[in-house]
């Protein structure tokens, strides 16, 4: 076979060894001059896009190191190698953090491994990171994810209604509110059935929600009935 017009033949191995060189001393941009070399011949060869990647990082070429991460995160997924796609996500996530798909996929994984601990710690990452208003529709996703495997997370209960109520959703805000109301009142939490009501009475205010949060403060938990529960509007 020949190469880039060459009367050499192509020899990989020979491409590898300098490359490894290359890299080995620090000399990124000439490393990754010989990786590309493999990937004229063979565009999808996936052992080069996993040693590229991280040299297209420190040499800043974000795009190449996205386009590199993806064939592999794609190829060891397909194979069940779980470990290896959560650390190249992980990479992937240095790469841009915005990208929901990687938040939520992370999880995912972690959860696969019955590492529930980790997969809520990644989703209050992702919390943070889209936290401003223009990132409403991401910030539900993440945590209606939480609330898909930890139903009892209170804090991303009182997050997705506040989420809801910003994005004009608050007829389902006020749904999810009652809910709470009852799910708290059953618990016998106390501490955070008040804060339903109190979120009831700022967000359905009626005479039977302020009422209902100022007994709050002095009887056990007992849920509102539900024939005077009002039905909201859209």
């Known amino acids: ?33 010989e990786y590309e070399k493999v990937l004229e011949v063979d565009p999808q060869d996936l052992e080069v896009h996993t040693k590229l990647a991280p040299l297209y990082i420190r040499a800043r070429r974000e795009d190449a190191a996205k386009s590199s991460l993806r064939r592999v995160i794609a190829s060891y997924e397909k194979q069940g190698f779980v470990d290896k796609t959560i650390a190249l996500l992980r990479l992937a996530l240095t790469l841009d953090r915005l990208d929901l798909g990687l938040h939520l996929r992370l999880s995912e994984l972690y959860l696969d491994k019955g590492l529930k601990g980790d997969a809520l710690r990644q989703l209050e990452g992702a919390r943070k990171t889209f936290r401003r208003k223009r990132f409403l529709k991401e910030a539900i996703s993440v945590e209606e994810k939480i609330l898909g495997f ?8 009182v997050s997705l209604v506040r989420h809801l109520w910003r994005a004009g959703r608050r007829r389902e805000a006020r749904e999810r509110l009652w809910q709470m109301e009852l799910q708290w009142a059953l618990r016998r ?27 709050s403060r002095f009887v056990l938990p007992v849920a509102y009935r539900p024939e005077k529960r009002p039905r909201f509007a859209s």
């Open 150 to 157: 930890a139903p009892d997370n209170f804090r991303a209960q």
């Open 1 to 33: 076979m020949m190469l880039f017009g060459s009367e050499n033949s192509y020899d990989r191995s020979e491409v590898l060894r300098r490359a490894e060189t290359f890299r080995v001393r620090g000399s990124v941009r000439r490393a990754i001059r």
């Open 189 to 215: 939490n106390k501490k955070r059935w008040r804060k339903t009501r109190w979120l009831l009475c700022r967000r359905a205010p009626s005479l039977l929600t302020f009422w209902g949060f100022v007994t």
